[in-house]
Antibody, heavy 121, light 108 residues
Framework: EVQLVQSGAEVKKAGESLKISCKVS????????IGWVRQMPGKGLEWMGI????????RYSPSFQGQVTISVDKSLNTAYLQWSSLKASDTAIYYC??????????????WGQGTLVTVSS | EIVLTQSPSTVSLSPGERATLSCRAS???????FAWYQQKPGQAPRLVIF???NRATGIPDRFSGSGSGTDFTLTINRLEPEDFAVYYC?????????FGGGTKVEIK
């Protein structure tokens, strides 16, 4: 069974750094793109970017380019989303999700359970 | 960037009724690269439809998708209590693979 298990909730202050994780199991990590999606409180889904663990090829939404970094550690079967300096507006739930087939041009399926990030000013 | 506009933002219906949700794209999207997701409160989204009209694994046949070009529709026949949720459309043809703003299907 394919599973994506995300790290736990975080409470941080503005200006601090953060790295959240998404550990996968049940398939060959290197073979499928993984993405990150933001959901701000009470709002919709926003596509942030994706990474191919095989070669770390990464694509960002222009809205998030330069604001976050997506990375992987193949030895740990884990994808990461990180910030160097958090803002209060980064408060949101962040989901990781795997692409359903071995190409980026597919749906997100399955999804992780989400990580709530709360940033106080 | 392709902008997806969903309508209505909220629809109030009773169990057993039909829900018709729309998603309009700012430019044409090939049918093969269009999806719908369902999200219930406190849960991660779940894939419902891929390729505009194909049901994902475990999705009942009361869910159907249609459309092409810039206009796509998700229809839910005979609403069941578990169908009341927020539904998002997504295009995955042009990066960034944008989502629509969502339609909430609420109980009337």
């Amino acid at each position: 069974e394919v599973q994506l298990v995300q790290s736990g909730a975080e409470v941080k202050k503005a200006g601090e750094s953060l790295k959240i994780s998404c550990k996968v199991s049940g398939y060959t990590f290197s073979d499928y793109w993984i993405g990150w999606v933001r959901q701000m409180p009470g709002k919709g889904l926003e596509w942030m970017g994706i990474i191919y663990p095989g070669d770390s090829d990464t694509r960002y939404s222009p809205s998030f380019q330069g604001q976050v970094t997506i990375s992987v550690d193949k030895s740990l079967n884990t994808a990461y989303l990180q910030w160097s300096s958090l803002k209060a507006s980064d408060t949101a739930i962040y989901y990781c999700a795997r692409h359903s087939h071995r190409t980026q041009y597919t749906t997100f399926d399955p999804w992780g359970q989400g990580t709530l990030v709360t940033v106080s000013s | 960037e392709i902008v997806l506009t969903q309508s209505p933002s909220t629809v109030s219906l009773s169990p057993g009724e039909r829900a018709t949700l729309s998603c309009r794209a700012s430019q044409s999207v090939p049918m093969s690269f269009f999806a719908w997701y369902q999200q219930k409160p406190g849960q991660a989204p779940r894939l419902v439809i891929f390729g505009a009209s194909n049901r994902a694994t475990g999705i009942p046949d009361r869910f159907s998708g249609s459309g092409s070009g810039t206009d796509f529709t998700l229809t839910i026949n005979r609403l069941e209590p578990e169908d009341f949720a927020v539904y998002y459309c997504q295009q995955y043809n042009n990066s960034p693979f944008t989502f629509g703003g969502g339609t909430k299907v609420e109980i009337k």
